[in-house]
């Protein structure tokens, strides 16, 4: 199996047998952290690679420094004499991600919305949206975003004309 995608651009360039390893090292890489490593261009004289770290189990995902760091420590201890250059795509978690049912209490509570006011809006049957309101219903992504647009609309419908000081679009590499 294939850690790296596209590392058959470094036959020739390295070992066999630092062609495995570096799999192995990548496969580490893999499970500890989630980062995956794809060789973009890779020659005698320079080597291209991108890392990207997706959503991470410890919760605290890598900088793009550490991304750097962690890419060329690996890379380097089999690709020899060849400057590798990293193009590193840090995780930008979801906006989405933070919806919890203490979020949806807290956002209700604030702007003074009820569950009927939610049933009347979404469609949405009340003993569903109890149970994910009161955690006693795990929520997948399509219910976390639906929940986080929706209040995302009523402050729209209560200040229709936000300023530009206020708008925070997310940052994406």
């Not at 320079?46 to 550490?66: D, F, M, N, Y």
């Not at 930008?92 to 604030?110: F, G, H, R």
């Not at 976390?144 to 708008?167: D, G």
């Amino acid at each position: 199996m294939e850690i790296i995608k596209d590392i058959y651009k470094l036959v020739g360039i390295v070992r066999h047998i630092d062609l495995l390893r570096l799999e192995e090292g990548a496969k580490q890489c893999l499970n500890q952290f989630n980062i995956s490593f794809e060789i973009i261009n890779a020659r005698s004289s320079s080597l291209k690679v991108k890392t990207r770290q997706w959503k991470c189990k410890s919760g605290h995902p890598a900088e793009i420094p550490k991304l750097i760091a962690i890419t060329q420590d690996l890379f380097e201890r089999f690709v020899v004499n060849v400057p590798v250059t990293v193009h590193p795509i840090a995780y930008t978690p979801a906006v989405v991600d933070e919806v919890e049912p203490l979020w949806i209490s807290d956002k209700m509570l604030n702007m003074g919305i009820t569950i009927k006011d939610i049933l009347r809006d979404t469609g949405v049957d009340r003993l569903s949206l109890t149970a994910w309101i009161e955690g006693l219903q795990p929520m997948s992504q399509d219910v976390k975003a639906m929940f986080f647009y929706y209040f995302e609309s009523i402050q729209l419908r209560k200040n229709p004309h936000p300023s530009l000081s206020t708008f925070n679009e997310p940052c994406y590499n």
